[in-house]
Nanobody
Framework: QVQLVESGGGLVQAGGSLRLSCAAS????????MGWFRQAPGKEREFVAA????????SYADPVKSRFTISGDGAENTVYLQMNSLKPEDTAVYYC????????????????????WGQGTQVTVSS
């Protein structure tokens, strides 16, 4: 089992950048596929980005493509989400998710693809 803790959220002006971190403890996440999701008030939790166990594959939701980058640091047991050119519509609570897998190619893009979740970190983008 792995515990996930997000950090790096905050308030930023439109056009600014933030980097979210997801620190994993309890077990090396080198055997986990990882993802980021977000949930805005009154909306469903939605997929943002995912990275495979090997780090060789990534996937992004259309609204964040070319602006967000997911990456992992196996030595630090940390997954990052670099968010650039932020927009007010990016305002949400961002959640890190992890799923143990032996498939190096596996990418989870649905909530149900993940067993483990962090508590979330608030990102607010002002116009």
């Amino acid at each position: 089992q792995v515990q996930l803790v997000e950090s790096g959220g905050g308030l930023v002006q439109a056009g600014g950048s933030l980097r979210l971190s997801c620190a994993a403890s309890g077990r090396s996440f080198s055997s986990y596929a990882m993802g980021w999701f977000r949930q805005a008030p009154g909306k469903e939790r939605e997929f943002v980005a995912a990275i495979s166990v090997s780090g060789g594959r990534t996937s992004y939701a259309d609204p964040v493509k070319s602006r967000f980058t997911i990456s992992g640091d196996g030595a630090e047991n940390t997954v990052y989400l670099q968010m650039n050119s932020l927009k007010p519509e990016d305002t949400a609570v961002y959640y890190c998710a992890g799923e143990p897998t032996t498939a190096s190619w596996y990418l989870g893009v649905r909530k149900g693809d993940y067993h483990y979740w962090g508590q979330g970190t608030q990102v607010t983008v002002s116009s």
